[in-house]
T-cell receptor
Framework: GAGVSQSPSNKVTEKGKDVELRCDPISGHTALYWYRQSLGQGLEFLIYFQGNSAPDKSGLPSDRFSAERTGGSVSTLTIQRTQQEDSAVYLC???????????FGPGTRLTVL | QKEVEQNSGPLSVPEGAIASLNCTYSDRGSQSFFWYRQYSGKSPELIMFIYSNGDKEDGRFTAQLNKASQYVSLLIRDSQPSDSATYLCASPISGTYKYIFGTGTRLKVLA
């Protein structure tokens, strides 16, 4: 596609439920990032995938968060047993190898009731 | 803990004025710096990047980098109301592609 796409655009869930957020990067971009942005805050790094290398998971806030990237393309961020503090916009970005520019998707707004 | 710091603002400037947005960073090894613009409710979009000390100009935007002072700034000339947004500064941790973002400065350009 022309840009990074994310789905769903909005997700409302109940505390304790699991959610899956999807990111489809720009075709050919081998690097993929997940960030979280709480209301009025900057971007918090969660996880980074680069090609077939082991992902950098150092930003995941707890073991309830996990992410995978299948076939070097689509990525799924899973949050288990959601808590109210997980409410935020989750942004995905992709980057072409050898360059520095990240292209962001439109984000998924997650609300945990 | 590597940090990128910005004044949250809001920074208010009149239309046509120069807006100056500032960012400091803690990682002395940082080599590249990025300015993103984020409109309310939208995702960030890249405005400029700078790698070398000095100034880099692109249209109405000028990025300035001073590695000795660990300081990077973005100047917007002839500010327009459409420039009203939050501006995020970012830099990768040296030797990595893990980006640290500042919390952003909200700019308001008054018509």
């Amino acid at each position: 596609g022309a840009g990074v796409s994310q789905s769903p655009s909005n997700k409302v869930t109940e505390k304790g439920k699991d959610v899956e957020l999807r990111c489809d990067p720009i075709s050919g971009h081998t690097a993929l990032y997940w960030y979280r942005q709480s209301l009025g805050q900057g971007l918090e790094f969660l996880i980074y995938f680069q090609g077939n290398s082991a992902p950098d998971k150092s930003g995941l806030p707890s073991d309830r968060f996990s992410a995978e990237r299948t076939g070097g393309s689509v990525s799924t961020l899973t949050i288990q047993r959601t808590q109210q503090e997980d409410s935020a916009v989750y942004l995905c970005a992709s980057r072409l190898a050898g360059t520095d520019t990240q292209y962001f998707g439109p984000g998924t707004r997650l609300t945990v009731l | 803990q590597k940090e990128v710091e910005q004044n949250s603002g809001p920074l208010s400037v009149p239309e046509g004025a120069i807006a100056s947005l500032n960012c400091t960073y803690s990682d002395r090894g940082s080599q590249s710096f990025f300015w993103y613009r984020q409109y309310s409710g939208k995702s960030p979009e890249l405005i400029m990047f700078i790698y070398s000390n000095g100034d880099k100009e692109d249209g109405r935007f000028t990025a300035q980098l001073n590695k000795a002072s660990q300081y990077v700034s973005l100047l917007i000339r002839d500010s327009q109301p459409s420039d009203s947004a939050t501006y995020l500064c970012a830099s990768p941790i040296s030797g990595t592609y893990k980006y640290i973002f500042g919390t952003g400065t909200r700019l308001k350009v008054l018509a």
